[in-house]
């Protein structure tokens, strides 16, 4: 069978009209070109934006505050610190409790936190020795007493025998001679002489007596006043002593503290001591408590120093009564300004202060990194020595101004920085 041939004709291209088809594809390719280059531009400038956001550090700032002065804009209110410094909470009355005499300890009646009156018992040394010592004592007395009625009782009768015999010699020379009448004296005076040395014993004993009655109070540990048990130092079965003395021997038995004493002892800068008096007010944050502040008062500034660190020690009362007050806390006292009254304010000093980590060295010079308007800005100043953290700027700070304090090791003038939220205040 003959297999009819194909007609080629329809497979002729026509080369005079537009080609179909082919307008489209291209029209799709070129906007998903231009899409796919704008979403490239826009990550890219994305990327940019938060890496340069990131490059800018994040700063701790603090303002620089002026009390004191004419007045002003600036002016801090009138119970600005005018100084600053750092201490510990302690007890003006405190005593580490010891026994008077060593022993082994036998009972332990108060822990931490124990409120004990003045001459309570609080412990008790093992004692059945000094008992026993009493006892002895008694039983001396009592033997010293019998001898001092028996010798009064023969001086008695002696002394009557003698007197008797006088007579009758006065009277009657003839029946009693004179060596008799002068026996009966001297065995009178003999009497009288046995009664004095009994009447001795008899004290000697009651001494004795006296001292072992003392020696047995010696084991118990009384406390020395009222206050509250701060530690114990000791446990039952112990030895303790007055003095340590190396190994097992304990020196104090418990640690206490009339709590209703407490004050701060804080460390002042020398240089700053002029503007702290007797009776100044002061405020008190505890490092325990930092958003509760306590008032207090300068109950004495100590009149020493310490030439190695320049310091003087002053005692701040605490006026607030708080349980949450205990010893050995740490504390930082404001010493507030004296508040200034009619034309007096003029000539209170103008003080700036500012945290003493604001105040860097660099080449030879004191600065300070101002932050304006998110930059960095050197100023030159002349400040005070360190007290409680914290320094006074004598000059090349006005107030308010907004200091670098951490966050950038190296800073540079016009470095664009960053404040930290919240940071800013002192």
Do not use: C
Request: net charge positive; proline share 5%.
């Amino acid at each position: 069978m003959t297999t009819p041939a194909p007609d080629l004709s329809r497979l002729r291209i026509d080369r005079d009209g537009p080609p179909k088809g082919v307008g489209s594809p291209l029209k799709r390719a070129l906007w998903i070109n231009l899409t796919i280059a704008l979403v490239a531009v826009l990550l890219i400038g994305g990327v940019v934006y938060v890496l340069r956001r990131g490059s800018v550090p994040q700063i701790e700032t603090a303002v620089a505050t002026v009390s004191g002065g004419s007045g002003g804009a600036a002016a801090a209110p009138a119970a600005a610190a005018a100084v600053t410094a750092n201490g510990y909470v302690v007890a003006r009355t405190r005593a580490s409790v010891s026994a008077k005499i060593p022993g082994r300890l036998a009972d332990l009646r108060v822990s931490e936190g124990s409120f004990v009156r003045k001459g309570e018992v609080m412990a008790r040394l093992e004692n059945a020795d000094y008992a026993a010592q009493v006892v002895q004592a008694e039983s001396a007395v009592r033997t010293a007493a019998a001898s001092l009625i028996e010798s009064q009782t023969e001086r008695t009768q002696l002394s009557r025998e003698a007197e008797r015999t006088r007579g009758i010699h006065t009277r009657s020379p003839e029946l009693i001679s004179a060596q008799e009448v002068e026996a009966a004296e001297s065995r009178a005076a003999r009497a009288d002489a046995r009664v004095r040395a009994d009447s001795a014993r008899v004290e000697t004993a009651q001494a004795g007596l006296g001292f072992a009655r003392a020696m047995l109070e010696n084991t118990y540990i009384r406390a020395p006043f009222t206050g509250t048990i701060l530690r114990k130092d000791a446990e039952v079965g112990e030895v303790v002593a007055p003095s340590v003395g190396g190994g097992l021997t304990r020196g104090a038995v418990v640690t206490m503290a009339d709590l209703t004493t407490l004050e701060v002892e804080v460390d002042v800068n020398e240089a700053y001591i002029a503007r702290i008096r007797g009776g100044q007010r002061a405020r008190i944050t505890l490092d325990a408590y930092p958003d509760t502040a306590f008032r207090g008062a300068v109950r004495q500034v100590v009149p020493t120093a310490d030439r190695q660190r320049a310091t003087v020690q002053v005692k701040v009362a605490i006026q607030d009564r708080d349980p949450r007050i205990i010893p050995e806390m740490g504390a930082r006292v404001d010493f507030l300004a004296a508040e200034p009254a009619g034309t007096e304010t003029a000539n209170i000093p103008r003080q700036i202060r500012v945290p003493a980590a604001a105040i860097r060295q660099q080449e030879g010079k004191t600065i300070v990194w101002i932050v304006r308007n998110d930059r960095l800005e050197l100023r030159e100043v002349e400040a005070g020595p360190t007290s409680g953290g914290y320094r006074d700027v004598r000059r090349g700070l006005d107030g308010g101004e907004l200091l670098l304090i951490g966050g950038v090791e190296t800073p540079k003038a016009g470095m664009r920085v960053r404040p930290a939220t919240g940071s800013g205040s002192q």
